[in-house]
């Protein structure tokens, strides 16, 4: 009785401040702003898988297609402001040599298809990852010169698989907001409302995809990082299973003019790579090419006979300080669960978790247990030269080197290091709880459909108030489950929504074929005004 009192307070208190905030905002930027205009180039509408077969049988080339996609990043950027370090120059090159390596016939179809699934097609990374001689400065004027020596993992493992790097994608400071926004490369818009954001941190990525310029790209989700962008701008992602994708060679937390740092750094244990885009099979394409040297046995072509599968959702999760779930997307969650219950002749089963009551408190108290030294971890050494102090004093003149988040983070993180310390078993025993819960919920054969957030893409300076929506994600984080979010639509506004599809460890090539049937009935990527 008296949490729910507590509850309850907590929703009118909060929902109050977040109203007047909204309404304050709405006065701001009165109205709807500037929506991208649609891409209607041919080859702007094909998906990465597609655009590879063409290249490899010769019916398209690689530098046209390259080309097109140069010309609609010039096209948006005005509009969303998302990409970071381009590369059109290198990229045209490349897709030259790869014209000249298809007609020369040099290798067979087949052999292309196994060594180099992706052939000729370009992609973006977010601009945490290390690309080699390119700069890597996580959007912070503190390493505005700094310039990568060596690739990330994965974005090494695209490149061997023939795809062509065409831009790096705009982050948050240091990676450290839900609002993609920063001193190097400024702020970066939502293609479907100029006003609105595309979320963080991956929001560059997102914004970039939605507008028609990527097919494909790689983010980073540490609390939902590619699963809340992709929500708001409503396009396809996955966030795999824990250790699936390598996740090493990103900045933060490592140096991008240092080799890789041994032991990896703990915060990489809530951390996953994983693939962003505008049509779902391009989530298998690229999850077998991420995942090829984990030694983990995952067939991502795996045939899905939806009449065997079970299906659990969830609603919403009650926690204090967390909005209630959109009506759009409480009924993008009922139109999913009514279809695949007729569609395939099963019986959906409704869940609830009071146990994530406190789901919020326990997703910052494990991030303060892997992040022990902010500075360090942030900045990539704990004897840096910065001295957050005087930068925060220097803040108030509007003088300070980082924007004030980071600033907070470094000055303050020692407050809540002191309330969590003696709740460090308790929320280790809750984050078990959880794993435990979710074990008996999911097998083989059953995945659970559920809010991906449950706000529609907010204001910009927003989402400084929605920071507790993060619990809908951020614990398929700590227990390092799977999960693929799927758009669902648009509303009378024209502004995207989705659900995230969440399955057993491993069996991300589940989640990844429901995303896809799901695409098939909903028509998934609807480009922006649309309606």
């Not at 702007?44 to 996609?69: F, H, P, W």
């Not at 609002?179 to 702020?187: A, D, K, M, V």
């Not at 490592?254 to 505008?278: A, F, H, N, Q, W």
């Not at 907070?408 to 435990?436: C, G, P, Q, R």
């Given at each position: ?19 007047l905030?909204?309404?304050?905002l ?26 590879a077969?063409e ?12 080309q ?6 010039l ?17 045209l ?9 298809v ?35 996580s959007?912070?004027?503190?390493f505005?010169n700094?310039?990568?020596?060596r ?36 702020r ?16 560059g ?7 028609g ?17 992709a929500?708001?701008?409503?396009i ?12 090493e060679?990103?900045?933060p ?10 032991p ?8 996953s ?18 995942s ?19 299906v ?22 009922k ?13 959906a089963?409704e ?67 002191w ?18 819960e ?22 910009h ?9 993060v619990?809908y994600?951020?614990?398929?984080n700590?227990?390092g ?5 799927c ?17 057993r ?10 995303a896809?049937e ?13 309606l």
């Amino acid at each position: 009785m008296k949490k729910t009192f507590l509850y309850w307070i907590f929703q009118i208190f909060f929902g109050c401040i977040r109203f007047l905030w909204h309404c304050i905002l709405s006065l701001k930027y009165g109205g709807k702003g500037k929506v991208v205009s649609p891409a209607t180039k041919p080859l702007l509408l094909k998906s990465a898988t597609q655009l590879a077969r063409e290249i490899r049988n010769g019916k398209i080339k690689s530098e046209e297609v390259v080309q097109a996609y140069i010309e609609r990043i010039l096209e948006v950027e005005p509009y969303i402001n998302a990409t970071g370090e381009r590369c059109f120059e290198d990229a045209l090159t490349k897709a030259r040599e790869v014209d000249s390596l298809v007609v020369s016939g040099n290798h067979s179809k087949e052999f292309l298809l196994k060594e180099k699934p992706l052939l000729g097609v370009p992609f973006s990374v977010k601009h945490q990852f290390m690309v080699k001689d390119l700069p890597c400065t996580s959007g912070c004027k503190l390493f505005e010169n700094l310039i990568a020596v060596r690739d990330a993992p994965a974005v090494a493992m695209m490149k061997k698989a023939g795809a062509i790097l065409i831009t790096t994608t705009n982050i948050p400071e240091l990676t450290t907001d839900l609002e993609t926004n920063n001193e190097l490369y400024g702020r970066t818009k939502n293609p479907y409302d100029a006003n609105r954001t595309s979320g963080g941190t991956s929001g560059g990525e997102a914004a970039l995809i939605a507008a028609g310029g990527s097919v494909l790209g790689l983010g980073t989700d540490s609390l939902g990082s590619v699963r809340i962008p992709a929500h708001f701008t409503g396009i396809f992602s996955h966030k795999p299973t824990r250790d699936l994708v390598s996740n090493e060679g990103c900045f933060p937390p490592e140096s991008p003019d240092k080799p890789p740092k041994l032991p990896k750094p703990d915060i990489y244990k809530i951390v996953s790579t994983g693939p962003m885009c505008r049509y779902a099979e391009d989530l298998v394409i690229s999850m077998r090419i991420l995942s090829f040297n984990n030694g983990i046995k995952t067939n991502f072509d795996k045939q899905v006979d939806f009449r065997k599968i079970k299906v659990r959702y969830l609603k919403e999760i009650r926690s204090p300080g967390v909005p209630p779930v959109h009506k759009d997307i409480a009924n993008a969650l009922k139109k999913a669960v009514y279809y695949l219950e007729n569609h395939y002749n099963i019986t959906a089963e409704e869940v609830k978790m009071p146990l994530l009551y406190d789901a919020m408190r326990c997703i910052m108290g494990t991030l303060h247990r892997y992040v022990k030294n902010p500075k360090e971890t942030l900045l990539g050494s704990k004897d840096s030269d910065f001295n957050e102090k005087k930068d925060f004093l220097k803040s108030f003149i509007g003088k300070s080197v980082l924007n004030f988040t980071n600033l907070a983070i470094l000055n303050f993180s020692f407050i809540s290091e002191w309330y969590m310390h003696d709740k460090v078993s308790y929320y280790e025993k809750m984050s078990e709880d959880w794993s435990t819960e979710f074990n008996k919920l999911l097998d083989e054969n059953t995945v659970l459909l559920m809010p991906t957030s449950p706000v529609i893409a907010p204001y910009h300076s927003e989402s400084t108030l929605l920071i507790p929506i993060v619990c809908y994600s951020g614990i398929f984080n700590i227990t390092g489950l799977p999960v693929t979010h799927c758009p669902m639509g648009l509303t009378k506004k024209g502004l995207p929504y989705g659900i995230q599809i969440v399955g057993r460890a491993n069996n991300d090539a589940l989640t990844i074929a429901c995303a896809i049937e799901l695409e098939k009935a909903f028509g998934g990527w609807k480009s922006p005004g649309e309606l």
